[in-house]
């Protein structure tokens, strides 16, 4: 007897979730929780600035005009704007997770050179994580910058992203622990390729200027 295609749902979405409950006691009870939150400590940070170079890249990318199609284009802004809200959700899990470990009280995280220890360095993660959602506000909010004098500002807000990038790679490393040495190499390979990316962007504009 075949059931009704609603029960049929119901049915399935049961397995699933059933499934998915005993995953999730099963992996809780072997500690892959654990080891989940003690490479998330050290990685979240890291996750958060190579995903926002990426975006930082694939945002100057989109503005290429002499090697891109209005296609290709598209699909630059498109990647631009999925990794910038990949690195916002690394940025909030990064200092959910230092909150819940004690590393940082969420007064320091929230208020700028508040912190006891590390004043300055805490400040700057912190003006880079306001600053990067600042910015991506500003980018989903961009038909409100419609017309010529509001694209200015639009376009002055957005490059906020180049200066709050470099405040988050110096708190990334040298805030907290010593860095590792492979996100030392992680770190200096974002900015190796941000600076290949802006470089490009600027000899790019040098040319159409030139015409």
Known sequence: MRLPEASARRTTGAYVTATALIALIVLGTAGAFEEML???D???GVMALVCLTATVMWGLAAT???LLHPGHRLLAQAVHRGLGITGLCFLLLHIGI??????VS???AAIPFSDPLQPLLMGLGTMAAYLFVLVAVVGAARGVFAGRNRSRWWRGLHMLAYPTWALALVHGLYAGRPAAG????VYMGCLLLAALALTT???NRSRRHAR
């Open 64 to 66: 290429d005009r002499i």
């Open 182 to 185: 492979w996100v030392t190499a």
């Open 38 to 40: 003690h490479f998330l």
């Open 98 to 103: 230092k909150i819940f470990e004690d590393r």
């Open 201 to 203: 962007r600027l000899a």
């Open 106 to 108: 969420g007064y320091a």
């Open 42 to 44: 050290f990685g979240a």
